[in-house]
């Protein structure tokens, strides 16, 4: 049955194998956006231009929360696949609250 459905789906192998690299590219651009090193380089970019005079304190000040906005961004998104805590009545100690029917009486 393995073999039949390797044959049978050996024309979509490049679009999974694309698919994988296309995730591993993604993971790691997400992780060298995040990398603290990377971060500090921005940050420290960002200071010395405004030293210089090419950027204005506001132009500054923009660039740098856009900078820590990333980098906060992955812990907001992190929290995204989880589903939401059940709401409902809450459930009292001893009581079988099964949605199957009850079986025979034994």
């Known amino acids: 049955m393995d073999l039949l459905w390797a044959l049978l789906t ?3 192998a490049p679009v999974r194998g694309l698919t994988a690299v296309v995730g591993v590219v993604a993971r790691e651009a997400e992780s ?14 960002l200071d010395a231009a405004a030293a210089a005079g ?4 506001e132009e500054r000040d923009r660039a740098e929360q856009r900078v820590l906005d ?4 992955g812990s907001n998104r992190a929290g995204e696949g989880r589903r939401p805590a059940r709401r409902g009545p809450a459930r009292e100690e001893g009581v079988r609250h099964d949605r199957r029917r009850p079986g025979p009486a034994a």
């Open 10 to 12: 050996l024309p979509y």
């Open 32 to 45: 060298r956006q995040r990398n603290p090193v990377n971060v500090r380089r921005e940050l420290e970019e």
């Open 54 to 57: 090419e950027l204005s304190a």
């Open 70 to 73: 990333r980098l906060t961004e």
